[in-house]
Each structure stands twice: as structure tokens, then as C-alpha cells.
């Protein structure tokens, strides 16, 4: 028997090398060796299309694997977090929609770099329409004993202009959306709960951060002060009782929880970005007396509503409410998700509520309302 020369090992043991690296994912997909971390983000849902005689005379079968197994082939996490890598280590490049690495590694989307720096401004008279029609549901609702309250949440431009890049810095060529809107709100006497300024006059003294580095909204200190604020402004405003927060404690981590990393997440990576450290409030809820009841709140709001809604305001504090998702997916606990477009009579579901909540971010001014007012003038 004639024995194998070195060469032909090392080819045989090459090959099988290879062959082993090809079948891993197909491996991976059916066995779960390896349960890599999953990706953060949205990530794709295609179908797993079954086979039929009419969806393979149709291609219908032969594209629909095809997109499926590109979806979800073994070891994809791992295959995007290192291609992700990559493209930054190489070209400094970051693979995430939008995401704007600012100075000393903090993170941004470009929407909130453009609000601060007024690159997004729609201009006095746009910002002076949306204002009158909210203007007039507000009193539409207050002739039927209901109130309004707009919150304005900040920008993670605005609260740190010093690590935006320098070509995203405010020149003062155009305005800015959001002085215009607060002018023109408090000029119609619509109450008014603005976080923007009220965490930018106690960022220097607030013990704890209320910003993160890595992620977009409000860190989860600083989502616990707003929703604690929020049933104060509430009770103000209807003159009438809201369960109350509650402090025990505060945990503080070098490592992110919730959404305090949510931009990093969204990123890929293979490494864990540099962050600070950041604090953790452990709250629970005073319900009201039995037998009495606070009142119904709607929240029309955007993602920065989205904390206080997992963690469970709708159903310990705003029992009986709803938050509606950037005025288009409708969310109620306990409920499957449905959408406003189905909704009959816009006007008189608003109404059922006693207060509605406006809450969006700087970043969305250009969007104010996104299009509560007329849905709600036109019924």
C-alpha cells in the first residue's frame, strides 16, 4: 500500500478544512450548535414557502427558499456581525442605516444631528399651521371636557452639541424647528411639557446620566424622571388623582441595559463599544384607593413613549389607556395590535379618552401630530 507524501496530507486535510467550513452553516441551520447572540434591529421575515406542484410551476417555491434561506442561514448572526466589523476596522464605515459617529465615540442618528443644526427646518409658516390646527382640537376637546398636553422629549443633538460632528454644528443660516414650536404653543396656551429644556438646565447637576452614549433616546434614569413628571403634569392638568412612582432604589452598571444601547445594538458588531456607566431606578407603582379611578389617557407618540409603555404605564398608571404609534399602529395592553386606518370615526375614539398626550421627539417636529389634526378636523 503506497503511503500518502506530506504534500497530499496537507491537500486532504485543506479539503476537509473546507468542506467542514462550507457545511457549518447547513450544520448550524439544523442542528443549533452554536446559538449565536441575535441581531439587533428589524430583521428580515420571509416566508418558508412549502412545497406544491403550483408553487413550483410558478417559481413561487423556488424564490421563496431562495430569499428564506438567505434570511436565515446557520450562522448568520455571526456572518453579519463580522462583515459589519470589518467594514469598520477597514474603512471606518459603519453598516447601520443613518447611525453618525460623533466625537469621542458618541453614537447618533443623522435625524437628530440635522433637528439641532435646523438642516430639517419647515419654516415659521408650516410650524404656524400645524400649531393653529392643534389649537383648535384642543379647545374642540376642552367644549367636551377633555385635555391636551403636548411633551416634547429632547434631541440627543441638542443635549449634546458638543460631540456632534463639526458639519452638523447649528451656523444660524436657517431656523430651527423647535424654539419656533414652543414660541407658537405657549402663544396659543397650550399646556406644555418641555423635557428639552428642562433636561438641558439640569444637565450639569443631574447625578446620574440622562443621555446614554451609545443609544438614541433618553437614558433609563431619565425615562423614569420624565414619566414620574408626566403623572404630575397629568394630575395638574385634569385636577385629578394618578397612581404615583414610587423610588426604592437605583442600580447602577458599566453595562447597558434596556435601551441605553439601542443604537449600538442596531449596529452589529462583533466588539462592545466603549460606554459610561449608567443608572437603573427600581420603582414600583401606589395604586389610587380602591374604587377610585384615574383618568383615561391616549398617547399619540413616537419610539420615546415606547420605555414607559413596555415596562407597564398603560396598565399601572394609565389603567384603561391606549398609545397610539405614530398615530398609525394602535397599542393596547393585552391586545393585538391594529391600525388606525380601520378606525371609523377618528374623532369620537379620541374623545373617548379624558387626556391626550402628544409626545414626540425633536427630531420629529417636521412630522408634528403626524397627522392627528386633520384626521381628527375632518370628522
Given at each position: 500500500m503506497k503511503v500518502p507524501t506530506k504534500n497530499t496530507i496537507i491537500k486532504n486535510a485543506l479539503f476537509g478544512v473546507v468542506l467542514a467550513l462550507l457545511l457549518l452553516p447547513w450544520l448550524e441551520q439544523n442542528e443549533r450548535i452554536f446559538e449565536p447572540k441575535a441581531l439587533g434591529g428589524a430583521q428580515p421575515s420571509s416566508e418558508n414557502i412549502k412545497f406544491s406542484m403550483s408553487h413550483w410551476r410558478t417559481a413561487k417555491f423556488q424564490e421563496g427558499q431562495e430569499k428564506y434561506i438567505s434570511d436565515h442561514f446557520g450562522l448568520r448572526p455571526f456572518m453579519v456581525r463580522f462583515y459589519n466589523e470589518v467594514f469598520d476596522r477597514l474603512f471606518g464605515e459603519y453598516q447601520a442605516n443613518g447611525v453618525i459617529v460623533g466625537k469621542d465615540g458618541y453614537l447618533f442618528e443623522e435625524g437628530y444631528l440635522l433637528a439641532a443644526s435646523g438642516q430639517d427646518y419647515i419654516g415659521r409658516d408650516s410650524i404656524n399651521e400645524l400649531v393653529q390646527s392643534l389649537a383648535l382640537v384642543q379647545r374642540d376637546l376642552k367644549q367636551s371636557g377633555k385635555e391636551l398636553l403636548v411633551c416634547i422629549a429632547p434631541g440627543k443633538g441638542s443635549y449634546f452639541p458638543e460631540k456632534m460632528p463639526d458639519e452638523y454644528r447649528y451656523h444660524g443660516s436657517t431656523g430651527i424647528n423647535y424654539p419656533d414650536f414652543i414660541r407658537m404653543l405657549n402663544a396659543e396656551k397650550i399646556p406644555l411639557f418641555d423635557v428639552q429644556d428642562w433636561f438641558l438646565k439640569m444637565k450639569a447637576t443631574a447625578p446620574y446620566p440622562l443621555y446614554p452614549k451609545t443609544g438614541i433616546h433618553w437614558?433609563?434614569?431619565?425615562?423614569?424622571l420624565v414619566a414620574d413628571s408626566?403623572?404630575?403634569?397629568?394630575?395638574?392638568?385634569?385636577?385629578k388623582d394618578f397612581p404615583k412612582m414610587v423610588l426604592k432604589k437605583i442600580e447602577k452598571s458599566n453595562t447597558p441595559r434596556d435601551r441605553d444601547d439601542d443604537i449600538e445594538l442596531g449596529m452589529n458588531l462583533l466588539r462592545n463599544l466603549p460606554d459610561f456607566e449608567m443608572a437603573y431606578p427600581q420603582f414600583e407603582i401606589k395604586p389610587l384607593p380602591k374604587g377610585k379611578k384615574a383618568p383615561k389617557v391616549l398617547v399619540i407618540g413616537d419610539s420615546f413613549y415606547y420605555g414607559m409603555y413596555?415596562?407597564?404605564?398603560?396598565?399601572?398608571?394609565?389603567?384603561?389607556?391606549?398609545?397610539?404609534?405614530?398615530?398609525?399602529?394602535?397599542?393596547?395592553?393585552?391586545?393585538?395590535?391594529?391600525?388606525?386606518?380601520?378606525?371609523?370615526?377618528?374623532?369620537?375614539?379620541?374623545?373617548?379618552?379624558?387626556?391626550?398626550?402628544?409626545?414626540?421627539t425633536e427630531a420629529n417636529l417636521p412630522r408634528f401630530g403626524f397627522g392627528m389634526m386633520p384626521t381628527y378636523l375632518k370628522d
Open positions: 437614558s433609563s434614569y431619565g425615562e423614569y408626566l403623572i404630575r403634569n397629568l394630575a395638574q392638568l385634569t385636577n413596555n415596562w407597564g404605564m398603560m396598565q399601572h398608571v394609565f389603567e384603561g389607556g391606549e398609545f397610539w404609534y405614530y398615530n398609525h399602529e394602535r397599542l393596547v395592553p393585552g391586545k393585538a395590535s391594529s391600525y388606525l386606518k380601520d378606525v371609523k370615526n377618528y374623532k369620537a375614539l379620541v374623545k373617548e379618552f379624558d387626556v391626550v398626550v402628544l409626545l414626540l
